[in-house]
């Protein structure tokens, strides 16, 4: 009877939903946010909006772009009240059947004290009464940073805020607004920044830099380090996300752009300089036995060198996943006979060409034994900076013009005028150098005859050294010089001495202090 009431109340069922079953894959989810993205600027745009899209051919997520402005990015000066981003796709996420879609709007919001407070946040800070009535309605606009707020949307089948990427370009442009006439020629570098711009932008940001004034800074040293990177080509794009010091982020982009800064002694600025094929040699200060106290000179080992630079960079075209790229020196393989590599950050370029660049740059002095000099000048050196190529004489050493960079200086004190000062050999400087014979060397390579070898001695070989029934001798002879190199064993057969042996190993000789007993185990 049970069974029947329970068919009957099944076919009953089936007939008012038409045969038709209903089967629950899930529950949709609903949210609301807010995202504080980074700092703002003047010319900071959006330029895309990812997201993590299942793709059914391989049944996995990848990062896709989901949103680009129709392929144009979205200025800041354009959009003073921001900008609404709406993304519609429920099957973003693979639909029903996997993680559901995303459908809702992404109101960006670049950082300017005009903007507005946002609805969906005035009407969430309303709703709750846990606010104070004096409070409610009240959201900040956060003027100095770029936003997002992500009304109520659909986000899939989890109850977690979905993975979202927002590409945001920032390219600063306070020189180029003071000395430059504001051209983005000048301050964007293709897709990149101007070096020279994000270095001052560093030093004089009140939110996040060292708040410099500009008269701390040697602005026309600045300029030309940015007049060579438009020429050259060199932009940079870095991701300044973690805390830590100005010095190290600017001594990073100076490294890719091979640079130096310094504080200048004349007038107390923070200077930078490029290391460039761009002196005069004969206007170069020379150093010589005649303002010089002493010189220390060494030059690397081609065993010291390396031939093969591998640069590690952040590829833009490959969704700014790290690219490698690797040179070489085959001439430099050929002499040392070995391959020797080292990988080096290039992470501040997104583009293979500028990091093809930075890696030769870094092989053409890692792949030569450059020399190095330490010296004492006298007052001759006192307007010396870093980085400034120098002509070396030092007849002492057979040098001869030689160019080197200088990398220390230590300008002395009140008391001992005396300035020390390393430099490095320049690698622009090779073909510029003469070498002369010092003529200082009287001394004769007086012919080395090998001495009487007068310690040997021949013993019965033990079992132990021999494992053999057999009996064998072993000779042992002490090396009487350094001039010795061989000796030779004879052996008299039949009245007639042949020779049997010849070895360069020689025997290790000690005398013994105290007599030592011989214990022999059973």
């Not at 200048?264 to 002196?279: A, E, H, S, V």
């Not at 700014?320 to 290039?346: F, Q």
Request: aromatic share 14%.
């Amino acid at each position: 009877a049970i069974f029947n009431a329970l068919l009957t109340i099944l076919t009953m069922l089936f007939s008012n939903h038409m045969g038709k079953t209903t089967i629950q894959k899930g529950f949709k989810y609903y949210l609301g946010w807010q995202h504080i993205i980074c700092w703002t600027g003047d010319n900071v745009g959006l330029k895309r909006i990812w997201m993590n899209v299942y793709d059914p051919d391989v049944e996995e997520s990848t990062e896709t772009g989901v949103w680009d402005n129709n392929n144009h990015i979205a200025w800041k000066q354009n959009n003073v009240n921001g900008i609404v981003a709406h993304i519609d796709d429920e099957d973003m996420f693979g639909g029903v059947d996997e993680g559901g879609g995303f459908v809702g709007d992404v109101r960006v919001y670049f950082g300017t004290t005009t903007q507005p407070n946002d609805s969906w946040m005035v009407s969430q800070m309303s709703k709750s009464s846990n606010i104070p009535s004096e409070l409610k309605g009240l959201t900040p606009k956060y003027p100095m940073f770029v936003t997002a707020v992500i009304p109520k949307a659909y986000i899939g089948k989890q109850a977690t805020i979905p993975e979202m990427w927002f590409e945001v370009v920032n390219y600063p442009n306070g020189l180029a607004k003071s000395y430059r006439g504001n051209s983005m020629d000048w301050y964007k570098i293709g897709e990149d920044s101007n070096p020279a711009e994000v270095i001052f932008e560093i030093l004089k940001n009140t939110y996040w830099g060292c708040g410099y004034s500009a008269s701390r800074v040697d602005i026309e040293s600045l300029l030309a380090l940015g007049d060579t990177a438009v020429k050259e080509g060199m932009g940079i794009s870095c991701l300044i996300n973690t805390s830590n010091s100005a010095g190290d982020y600017i001594n990073k982009i100076l490294s890719h752009i091979n640079g130096v800064c310094y504080d200048n002694p004349k007038t107390g600025k923070l200077t930078f300089k490029l290391i460039r094929n761009d002196y005069d040699e004969n206007s170069l200060p020379i150093f010589s036995v005649n303002n010089c106290a002493s010189m220390d000179f060494s030059r690397l080992d081609w065993s010291e060198t390396v031939n093969m630079v591998t640069a590690n960079f952040t590829y833009a075209d490959q969704k700014y996943d790290t690219g490698t790229i690797m040179v070489s020196d085959l001439a430099n393989m050929r002499i040392t006979h070995n391959s020797v590599e080292k990988s080096i950050d290039a992470s501040y370029f997104t583009t293979k060409n500028n990091a093809k660049t930075y890696a030769k740059t870094q092989l053409l002095s890692l792949a030569y034994p450059l020399a190095s000099v330490s010296f004492e000048a006298s007052r001759d050196a006192y307007n010396l900076t870093l980085g400034q190529p120098i002509i070396i004489n030092w007849a002492p050493y057979g040098i001869s013009r030689q160019i080197f960079r200088v990398t220390d200086i230590d300008y002395g004190s009140l008391l001992d005028g005396r300035i020390s000062v390393t430099a490095v050999e320049d690698v622009f400087g090779f073909e510029k150098t003469d070498y002369t014979d010092t003529g200082s060397i009287g001394w004769e390579n007086l012919p080395q005859l090998p001495e009487y070898v007068s310690v040997f001695k021949y013993l019965e070989a033990p079992y132990e050294l021999s494992m053999s029934l057999d009996t064998y001798i072993y000779g042992y002879a002490s090396r009487p010089s350094e001039s010795s190199v061989y000796w030779h064993n004879w052996r008299s057969v039949g009245g007639n001495y042949i020779k049997t042996m010849s070895t360069s190993q020689w025997s290790t000789v000690g005398r013994l202090n105290y007599l030592l007993p011989e214990y022999y185990n059973d």
